[in-house]
């Protein structure tokens, strides 16, 4: 089975917060009822589905990677929410070695 999923990805910034400079997210297609939707984790302890949100520097990096039987072949694209600052300093491309 292929499956595809688009994304929006929302960072903040939050004065209170511990800040961490690299953000590693994983993704994971998982099954509830008859509907199959995008399962995120990342290594802040934020978990959720279908969105997830972030915390990380100006000028961290933000590492999305697919779970180990992930059910998931490729992410084909990663965009800011609609209405969020624009975060990227480069737009979201592959990294040697992955898909």
Same mark, same amino acid.
Request: glycine letters at 6%; charged letters at 35%; aromatic letters at 0%.
């Given at each position: 089975m292929f499956l595809s999923f688009e994304f929006a990805s929302f960072m903040t910034n939050k004065p209170h917060a511990p800040i961490i400079m690299d953000v590693s997210i994983t !993704? =994971?297609?998982?099954?509830?009822?008859?509907?199959?939707?995008?399962? !995120? =984790?990342?290594?802040?302890g934020h978990e959720h589905d279908k969105t997830i949100t972030s915390e990380v520097t100006a000028g961290g990096k933000v590492t999305w990677k697919l779970a180990p039987n992930s059910n998931i072949q490729e992410i084909v694209k990663i965009y800011p929410k609609d209405g969020s600052q624009n975060i990227f300093s480069t737009k979201p491309h592959a990294v040697e070695g992955s898909t």
């Open positions: !993704l =994971k297609a998982i099954t509830q009822g008859d509907e199959v939707i995008l399962h !995120l =984790k990342d290594n802040e």
